[in-house]
Each structure stands twice: as C-alpha cells, then as structure tokens.
T-cell receptor, first 118, second 110 residues
C-alpha cells in the first residue's frame, strides 16, 4: 500500500520569500511522485513529476522538487513566492507507470493550502 | 482540442435519486479515472479504466458504478444517492504517467 503525508494543511509565506511544502511518502516499490496545483474552483494542474533519473526535478512556474529516497521525501520549493502562487498543492504517488503494465491511479496527500502575504 | 470535459458542472440530488456523470476526453488516452475530493481529504480514487470495456475498483468504490463503452467516455453512476456522496468529482485521463484532469462536477445530495 502507498500513502502520502503532507506536513501542514496551511503554509503562509511573505511575497518574495522561499516556499517549502513538505511531502513524505510510503511505498513498497519504487515510487513515481507528482506535485499538482489547484486554483479555486478549478481542476488539478501538474507542476512536476519524478519517475526515474535525476532526483532534482524542475517544473512550471519556477517550482522544483527533490526526490530523497533515504528520507522518503519529495519536498516542493520555490526560491521567491509570488502572489499568484496562492493555491492548494497536492503531492501524489503511484506505483505502476504506463509502460505495458497499466497504472492504478494516484494516491494523494491531503493537500497544503499556500497563503502568500503581501 | 478540449482535453478532459465533465458534464454536468453542478448538480443537486435528493437522497435516493440516481444520476450519471459523464467524462469525455479527446486525447485518445487508454487510461481514465474518477476521483472524489472532500475538504481535508485530498483526492481519493473511486474507479478507473485501463481501456475500452474495462473497469476496476479504486480506494472508495462503494455506492458507485462505472462504464467505459467507448474509449473517449467514462461514466460514473450513482444508483441511490446518499448525503455522504456530496463531493466534488474529478475525472482524469492519463498518458505516459501524467494525468490530465477535468474541471470537476460539484454534487450535493440533500
């Protein structure tokens, strides 16, 4: 079974400050990890993903995340927060990738609401 | 190219009524998913499909049925709605590990 824990249901940072959203996962097989963003009353948009290879992954809007196997973590960071970053962020894990064997969906964390203070 | 669309956007049901939510994708994806989103719970997988004519249960399948008669469509049915099924429902399709989400359907069961 897989699980995802996002530390902090709400995170508040000042505009221009570092954004750090924490995600820890549990998986019995090598994980594939994702960060999604959800703006109010909208669907989810993929920010970035880790499958294999380089452990530092860069995504859209200046976000990046680092896969640390020893810490079972996949924290999301952005050097300088912008007001437009205010949204709900979800970390997700899956165990089977689309490569002939099928994929049985994502397991999501409960989400972190990012608040940007002016 | 519309991506993933969901019909309807909003719906209010009375307990015991039935309804079907429609998800359509025009990206020719094999894999499709239904999730529900509840406050403080993230998204949870209801059912999924790995191709036309196939369906499988996810984490919270009870009270729901699905069908995938055509590759581009994935239907989610509630036979007898309950207040516990009040939620926002998201459909997604997947290619190469990336899931593409629809805009959601907000369902209220009174």
């Amino acid at each position: 079974a897989q699980s995802v824990t996002q530390l902090g249901s709400h995170v508040s940072v000042s505009e221009g400050a570092l954004v750090l959203l924490r995600c820890n996962y549990s998986s019995s097989v090598p994980p594939y990890l994702f960060w999604y963003v959800q703006y109010p009353n909208q669907g989810l948009q993929l920010l970035l993903k880790y499958t294999t290879g380089a452990t530092l992954v860069k995504g859209i809007n200046g976000f990046e995340a680092e896969f640390k196997k020893s810490e079972t973590s996949f924290h999301l960071t952005k050097p300088s927060a912008h007001m437009s970053d205010a949204a709900e962020y979800f970390c997700a894990v899956t165990r089977l990738m689309y490569s002939g064997g099928g994929a049985d969906g994502l397991t999501f964390g409960k989400g972190t609401h990012l608040i940007i203070q002016p | 190219n519309a991506g993933v669309t969901q019909t309807p956007k909003f719906r209010v049901l009375k307990t015991g009524q039935s309804m079907t939510l429609l998800c359509a994708q025009d990206m020719n994806h094999e894999y499709m998913y239904w999730y529900r989103q509840d406050p403080g719970m993230g998204l949870r997988l209801i059912h999924y499909s790995v191709g036309e004519g196939t369906t499988a249960k996810g984490e919270v399948p009870d009270g729901y049925n699905v069908s995938r008669l055509k590759k581009q469509n994935f239907l989610l049915g509630l036979e007898s709605a309950a207040p516990s099924q009040t939620s926002v429902y998201f459909c997604a399709s997947m290619r190469a590990g990336e899931q593409f989400f629809g805009p959601g359907t907000r369902l209220t069961v009174l």
